[in-house]
């Protein structure tokens, strides 16, 4: 199974703070790694598809960028709505496996 | 709008079986590979099964395969997981999933039901 290593863990930030979460594959994945956001208590919400397409209705605050084996995910200026926590996920090959996930709270 | 509707959580006990539905409304459902993720409590997302479109081909993660079945009913726009001799690992909620056409991802979810094993 592919391995998802998502760094860090958990991330204290502040409103309007630019953020990079980043997740490693254990083998290239070409361009297969997805972003997910989940606030607890709700469904969780595609951000990025294919490492860089922003889902439909998703602000463009969110960004994704990498390839191979190193990814990344950026909110460039937090809002309130963004303190969640996030996932990354490759779809490269079965099991579609997720990262352990960033939880990401107000400092 | 999309809407997936997950039901048939509950507690049963190690061993027991258990059956989720999910219904599904707003999109051809027909025309959409699923997908069932799960999440254990305080742990993160779980890619359980899948099912294509047509509903003949599925794959299952290891830990389930042999114990649990996806299946779908594309006249009634519904899909299930059947899940039978059920273990404490197994408790977690189901969310019932929507994968993008023509793509990988997962691009709608359910709000998801409990299931719990204990005894």
């Known amino acids: 199974d592919i391995q998802m290593t998502q760094s860090p863990s958990s991330l204290s930030a502040s409103l309007g703070d630019r953020i990079t979460i980043t997740c490693r594959a254990s083998?290239?994945?070409?361009?297969?790694l997805n972003w997910y956001q989940h606030i607890p208590g709700k469904a969780p919400t595609l951000l990025i598809y294919g490492v860089s397409t922003l889902h439909s209705g998703v602000p463009s605050r969110f960004s994704g960028s990498g390839s191979g084996t190193e990814f990344t995910l950026t909110i460039s200026s937090l809002q309130p709505e963004d303190f969640a926590t996030y996932y990354c996920?490759?779809?490269?090959?079965?099991?579609?496996?997720f990262g352990q996930g960033t939880k990401l709270d107000i400092k | 709008q999309v809407q997936l509707v997950e039901s048939g959580g509950d507690l049963v006990k190690p061993g027991g079986s258990l059956r989720l539905s999910c219904a599904a409304s707003g999109f051809t459902f027909r025309d959409y590979y699923m997908v069932w993720v799960r999440q254990a409590p305080g742990k993160g997302l779980e890619w359980v099964s899948h099912i294509n479109s047509g509903g003949s081909t599925v794959d299952y993660e290891d830990s389930v395969r042999g114990r649990f079945t996806i299946s779908r009913d594309n006249a009634k726009n519904t899909l299930f997981l059947q899940m039978s001799r059920l273990r404490v690992e197994d408790t977690a909620v189901y969310y019932c999933?929507?994968?993008?056409?023509?793509?990988?991802?997962?691009?709608?979810w359910g709000q998801g039901t409990l299931v719990t094993v204990s005894s």
């Open positions: 996920q490759q779809s490269y090959g079965i099991p579609y496996t």
């Open positions: 999933v929507r994968n993008g056409v023509n793509r990988r991802d997962f691009d709608f």
């Open positions: 083998q290239s994945i070409s361009r297969h």
